[in-house]
């Protein structure tokens, strides 16, 4: 009995096979714990995430494509082969054709996605021309990459000048135009007011004012809306109170809930 108690105390201080590993999860094998796919290279995304080397044949593959909003910005799609997103095991070990994706607009990051649709609002992306990429990374961060290649997908976006039609500009409202304006800081991991129910009534506008002094991303549960938060820079995003329910606003670094909104 000593014996076999000594032997389970020394495989709880090493993990499996003698390595520890962070992510073995209940009903994994030790191989999908040790995130042991494809090829770590030494070389990374620019960003500093590393590639992570796979086969061409059966690698993940990412097309995008954006389409004009009618209401405000772009809804863009990526259309993936080989490839599932994972939202629920983010930061787990790199499991085959798994994980989630980040869009940039030319080459500035401006959110982690972990779905095939995304919105895009006009209010970031400056006028004129730009391009849109959007990488896939397995779930330990690690970018998927073929050939010593980042896998990813590009397609280019013209922007005009807020007020102009046509092209794929959809200028959106001012906060003055706004039914509700919800004014919120954050400072030093605190948000001021303190997170409370913001109520609406179903076809509001509501404009989310925030001020965060490092920068993250301000996301919107249920209506699947983001917006780039600048380091000590106002941001605004509007959004019309179409669904009914109570719908949490976070932000995705800092994992703060701003405000919960209640459409009845």
């Not at 910005?73 to 787990?92: C, E, H, I, M, Y």
């Not at 092209?167 to 906060?175: D, F, I, K, V």
Request: hydrophobic share 35%; charged share 20%; proline share 6%.
């Amino acid at each position: 009995m000593l014996a076999l108690v000594l032997l389970l105390a020394s495989g709880a201080a090493t993990g499996c096979g003698g390595r520890a590993t962070t992510h073995h999860k209940p009903g994994t094998t030790h191989e999908q714990a040790s995130g042991s796919t494809g090829t770590l290279l030494t070389t990374d995304d620019g960003a500093g995430h590393r590639l992570r080397e796979v086969p061409a044949e059966g690698a993940p593959e990412v097309r995008l494509t954006a389409r004009p909003d009618s209401e405000d910005g772009w809804n863009l799609q990526l259309a993936v082969k080989n490839f599932r997103f994972t939202p629920d095991s983010t930061g787990g070990a790199a499991l085959p054709g798994a994980g989630h994706a980040h869009l940039e607009l030319d080459g500035r990051k401006l959110a982690r996605l972990y779905g095939p649709w995304f919105h895009l609002p006009a209010a970031q992306v400056p006028e004129g021309a730009h391009t849109l990429t959007v990488r896939l990374y397995a779930d330990d961060h690690t970018a998927w990459a073929v050939s010593g290649k980042p896998v990813e997908g590009t397609t280019p976006l013209t922007a005009a000048a807020a007020g102009q039609s046509g092209g794929h500009s959809h200028g959106e409202a001012p906060p003055e135009q706004a039914d509700r304006t919800v004014a919120i800081t954050v400072r030093d991991g605190k948000v001021s007011p303190a997170p409370a129910r913001t109520e609406l009534r179903h076809g509001e506008r509501v404009a989310l004012r925030v001020t965060s002094d490092r920068a993250d991303t301000l996301h919107v549960h249920g209506y699947d809306k983001e917006l780039v938060l600048p380091a000590g820079q106002e941001a605004t995003l509007i959004l019309t109170a179409d669904r009914t329910g109570l719908f949490e606003v976070e932000t995705h670094e800092s994992a703060l809930v701003l405000t919960q909104l209640l459409v009845r």
